[in-house]
């Protein structure tokens, strides 16, 4: 393999491959990326076994052929050069010259033997999403996937469909978050699969903007095709619990609220009860909506936000953190906070067909 690339296509190219790469693999070439030289293109692929990326790049191939390199110690010299255009010559006992600029350097690399070949599946879903939204749909569920590993199931992403209607859901038992949107260019049959957080997370990193992505969902696999890059992951299996049980069939009172100011104030009054595990409480009522935080160690704080309220009022208290979330990752600059009373689950509808339920604190 001979060729020429851009330093700055490798490296960016390298940024979206090795993070999928962890601090110990069960093999030694799992810490290689996969590198194929043909025609005019470079392409490079890294895997876990669980999660393979591939991505392509321009290249000036003289001599075609394939080799792995040590991924993260590649894209540490690539960081580093200090030129526009890396040469990379490999010999038959894969080791690889490196130019770039004044620099010269040789890397030991393995045989593109070992490198794992990639799991062929047969698609029973497919359907397509505007890069960006898919982005915005990650970005705004994401955070409530469970991080314990004891129930696997809620350590990922639900992607359900059902009539052409698309489903994304995250809930860690104590909040949810999901979207909903439409398809109208959905094939296959309705159901549900569950995308690992971890291969949420190397996707974002895929995903741009102004492109199309295209989604293939087997019995155990997913594919994301982005026509530059390709991420295939194994799906979780299981039964994701009914999470339309915690979603109240109606809620009887609706406040409209900047979503800036909201966070605004409550990231305010959270100082005072910062690493305390104290609660926040929502004071509601007369047209005002007030926060109210104390802990023993800091003190007091309070703020207000004048609303359109003028129901029964409402006393209720929330982990600031969660409450937070929702208004951190939410598209547009208006929500609508539902409720029913102090003590049911909470609804705040960011519009764009999502929508975050979050269960009370009890009051000490």
Do not use: W
């Amino acid at each position: 393999m001979k060729l020429t690339v851009a330093k700055n296509s490798l490296q960016e190219a390298l940024q979206k491959l090795t993070s999928v790469i962890g601090s110990r693999t069960t093999l030694p070439v799992l810490a290689n990326v996969l590198m194929e030289a043909e025609e005019n293109c470079l392409t490079l692929t890294t895997t876990d076994l669980e999660i393979r990326i591939t991505t392509k790049i321009e290249a000036t191939v003289e001599r075609e052929g394939k080799t792995t390199l040590p991924a993260k110690k590649l894209q540490m010299f690539v960081g580093k050069f200090i030129g526009k255009e890396v040469s990379m010559d490999t010999n038959e006992n894969h080791h690889t010259e490196i130019k770039c600029g004044s620099y010269s350097g040789l890397i030991y690399g393995l045989s593109e033997e070992d490198f794992p070949l990639p799991i062929q599946f047969t698609p029973i879903k497919q359907f397509k999403l505007p890069e960006e939204e898919l982005s915005r749909i990650l970005d705004q569920i994401s955070y409530a996937v469970s991080l314990d590993d004891s129930r696997k199931v809620l350590h990922g992403i639900l992607l359900s469909i059902k009539e052409n209607t698309f489903t994304a859901v995250a809930t860690d038992g104590k909040r949810l978050a999901l979207v909903e949107k439409i398809l109208d260019n959905f094939t296959g049959e309705d159901g549900d699969s569950i995308l690992p957080i971890k291969s949420a997370t190397e996707l974002k990193r895929l995903v741009g903007k102004g492109g199309e992505v295209s989604i293939e969902i087997g019995e155990n696999q997913i594919l994301f095709d982005t026509g530059k890059s390709i991420l295939t992951s194994k799906l979780i299996e299981g039964n994701y619990p009914n999470y339309r049980q915690v979603i109240p069939a109606s809620f009887s009172k609706s406040i409209s609220i900047s979503a800036q100011d909201f966070l605004s104030r409550l990231d305010l009054v959270a100082i005072s009860i910062a690493d305390s595990g104290s609660f926040i409480k929502l004071n509601i009522g007369n047209n005002m909506l007030q926060f109210d935080a104390a802990s023993s160690e800091v003190g007091e704080a309070k703020d207000v936000i004048e609303i359109d309220y003028n129901d029964t009022e409402i006393n209720i208290s929330f982990n600031p953190a969660f409450l937070a979330d929702p208004f951190r990752h939410v598209s547009s600059d208006n929500v609508s906070l539902k409720l029913n009373d102090g003590f049911s689950p909470v609804g705040i509808e960011g519009g764009d067909g999502f929508l975050y339920v979050i269960m009370p604190m009890r009051n000490k």
